[in-house]
């Protein structure tokens, strides 16, 4: 059976592949010309590409596209496509593509883990200096000429603890041993890695909150960790604490978050990532409260988008157009 797919999967390019790519930033035509890059000649030349920023902006006929590569759900889209063959995130985090509902059993879902790990690794660590230096403070007294001399912090000795030990998390501890960090950190699956001193099972993660100087969100939004922090782990937590949110919003209670910060709980938090899902990939509206909180720094869920994201995702996007081509096996399947 395995022999029949394969050569019927080489039959495929006697005619052409019709790959769509979907890139709400607008670089869909940077992520074909990387895509190309990456493929050999027999298998570029009978590629063929329908590319779009969003839903709205497709304008040709796709149902017959084999491939689809995005990082929006197409939800309006998928379910015209007659025999989609796989479907790839440009992103680690999928559940925004199962919640959607449109991929059909058996279509293989892909995703881009770790093209982001150090992108969003130094964006975290980026944060606990801004903290411990008081960057804020500093531009503050640029901004009124004010020549104030004082006392900053260290990263040394301070305790990291990061709940969701996946690639993104394990790159970040490893950047923090460069500062001389204790790190601890917890997942559903036991990780044993050099730079983690102590693991915690993800049941355990309150353990890792009372702990912490700082504490970095890379777990995945599922019904166990949505609201996994609120007024109760916030009030457990030292007053010193530093929260980094680049995973889902929905991990730290919104209530809980505001009485926190305006009561300070805890020192400070960043946010790359927010409650409202429109426009995606989340939003924070101007009218929000949020925006008025002190101790908030807002970020515009970007920090994974560095110039060397796509290159990254369009490899693994590119080796997985040559395995099926090859009838081998997908690599980075997260659904089937």
């Known amino acids: 059976m395995f022999f029949l797919k394969k050569i019927e999967r080489v039959m495929i390019?006697?005619?052409?592949?019709?790959?769509?790519i979907v890139d709400m930033?607008?670089?869909?035509?940077?992520?074909?010309?990387?895509?190309?890059?990456?493929?050999?000649?027999?298998?570029?030349?009978k590629v063929k590409f329908i590319t779009a920023k969003d839903e709205a902006g497709i304008k040709e006929d796709v149902s017959d596209v084999d491939i689809v590569g995005t990082q929006p759900p197409?939800?309006?889209?998928?379910?015209?496509?007659?025999?989609l063959k796989w479907f790839m995130t440009f992103s680690?985090?999928?559940d925004q593509h199962i919640n959607a509902g449109v991929i059909p059993d058996g279509v293989p879902l892909v995703n881009a883990p770790g093209c982001q790990a150090k992108g969003i690794s130094e964006f975290v660590i980026m944060c606990m200096l801004a903290h411990v230096k008081q960057f804020k403070r500093l531009i503050e007294n640029q901004e009124i000429k004010n020549?104030?001399?004082?006392?900053?912090?260290?990263?040394?000795?301070?305790?990291?603890?990061?709940?969701?030990?996946?690639?993104i998390g394990i790159e970040l501890a490893r950047k923090a041993k460069a500062f001389d960090m204790r790190v601890i950190g917890s997942d559903v699956v036991e990780k044993k890695d050099p730079n983690v001193d102590e693991f915690f099972w993800a049941k355990d993660y309150e353990k890792i909150l009372v702990q912490s100087d700082f504490v970095s969100l890379h777990a995945k939004e599922t019904p166990e960790t949505i609201g996994m922090i609120g007024k109760e782990q916030l009030k457990a937590m030292k007053d010193t604490a530093y929260i980094v949110n680049t995973a889902r919003a929905s991990l730290i209670d919104r209530d809980a978050l505001i009485t926190a910060l305006n009561e300070k709980w805890i020192a400070g938090v960043t946010m790359d990532v927010w409650y409202q899902?429109?426009?995606?990939?989340?939003?924070?509206?101007?009218?929000?409260e949020l925006w008025?909180?002190?101790?908030?720094?807002?970020s515009p869920h970007n920090c994974g988008q560095?110039?060397?994201f796509i290159p990254r995702a369009c490899k693994i996007f590119s080796e997985n157009i040559i395995r099926y081509v090859e009838g081998r096996e997908l690599t980075n399947v997260v659904k089937k």
């Open 147 to 167: 020549f104030e001399r004082f006392h900053n912090d260290e990263l040394t000795n301070k305790t990291l603890g990061i709940i969701g030990l996946g690639e």
């Open 74 to 83: 197409l939800v309006n889209t998928v379910p015209k496509i007659k025999n």
């Open 25 to 45: 930033e607008g670089n869909q035509d940077r992520y074909v010309e990387c895509v190309l890059d990456n493929l050999p000649e027999s298998i570029r030349n």
């Open 292 to 298: 008025n909180l002190e101790n908030l720094l807002v």
């Open 306 to 308: 560095t110039a060397l």
């Open 13 to 20: 390019m006697s005619d052409s592949l019709t790959v769509l």
């Open 277 to 288: 899902r429109q426009p995606l990939p989340s939003y924070l509206p101007a009218d929000d």
């Open 92 to 94: 680690s985090g999928f």
